[in-house]
């Protein structure tokens, strides 16, 4: 039976000469593997281009319950990207992002609260015409909401210490590792609550841009299970810095 469902890609995997396995986040079914045949013929119809990671896409999907690999009718961009992939800035927070997607996204049912967030937040970014370096801060702590790990912004005036294994606020320093100081949190909470259209306002140096992301990773890392290294984490400070 033919579905009409909206997509992003999440990884593209070489299954011979001429196909591939793509895996995409989709709205209707979640994450699904999908064989597409013919992607590197000089007239695929779908082709590798419209398969890069954080690609959004409509797709028309034969989809059969209890089945590993689906298979794809038909696959467009939709929206096609402005600037993403002429941006370097932009196409190395898109990579890095998707890494860390890939690594956090478990979902084979439906999750349209999820798929919308994500899809729109890409769609917003690659509109958007403000350099925004902040982007994949912002959007890792606020996806954290619908991973089910957001941090708790209640504190009390002598609450000064954000415990990120509890990802809530403490009066004294836990005795493990893993927390922020007083600095550091206003800024950990700031980038979660703010909108994304806001998050300019918070001027960062290169060096507290990296310490919150490191902190950012280390928070995915305790309440993620499996997360491990992200790979692309390193080119991405190489390209902001």
């Given at each position: ?6 997509g ?21 079914f979640?994450i ?12 695929a ?6 398969l890069?990671?954080l ?10 319950a ?6 794809v009718?038909?696959?467009?961009p ?14 190395t927070?898109v990579?890095f992002l ?22 729109n937040?890409?769609c917003w ?23 089910g790990?957001?941090?708790s912004?209640?504190?009390k ?7 990120l294994?509890?990802?809530e ?10 927390f ?9 909470i ?14 960062l140096e ?20 499996s997360?491990g ?13």
């Open positions: 039976m033919l579905h009409k469902t909206r992003i890609v999440l990884k593209t995997t070489l299954y011979s000469e001429s196909s591939v396995i793509v895996q995409i986040f989709t709205e209707k979640g699904q593997s999908y064989i597409i045949n013919g992607v590197k013929k000089p007239r119809k779908i082709s590798m281009n419209m890069q990671p690609h959004l896409v409509d797709m028309i999907v034969y989809h059969k209890n089945t590993n690999i689906q298979r009718s038909a696959l467009r939709s929206p096609v990207f402005r600037s993403i992939p002429y941006d370097i800035i932009k196409s927070i990579l998707n890494e860390v997607l890939y690594k956090s996204i478990r979902q084979q049912t439906t999750d349209e609260h999820l798929f919308d967030f994500i899809f937040a890409i970014f690659d509109e958007t015409e403000e350099l925004n370096v902040n982007f994949h801060l912002s959007f890792l702590l606020k996806l954290s909401r619908f991973l790990f957001a941090p912004t209640l504190t005036s002598n609450q000064s210490f954000f415990d294994q509890e990802g606020f403490r009066s004294s320093a836990p005795v493990h590792a893993h922020l100081d007083k600095d550091d949190a206003a800024l950990f700031s980038l979660f609550s703010l909108p994304l259209e806001k998050i300019n306002e918070i001027t290169n060096k507290t841009r990296r310490s919150i992301l490191d902190k950012i990773l280390v928070y995915y890392t305790l309440h993620t299970a997360f290294e992200i790979r692309s984490h390193q080119v991405l400070e190489d390209v902001l810095s």
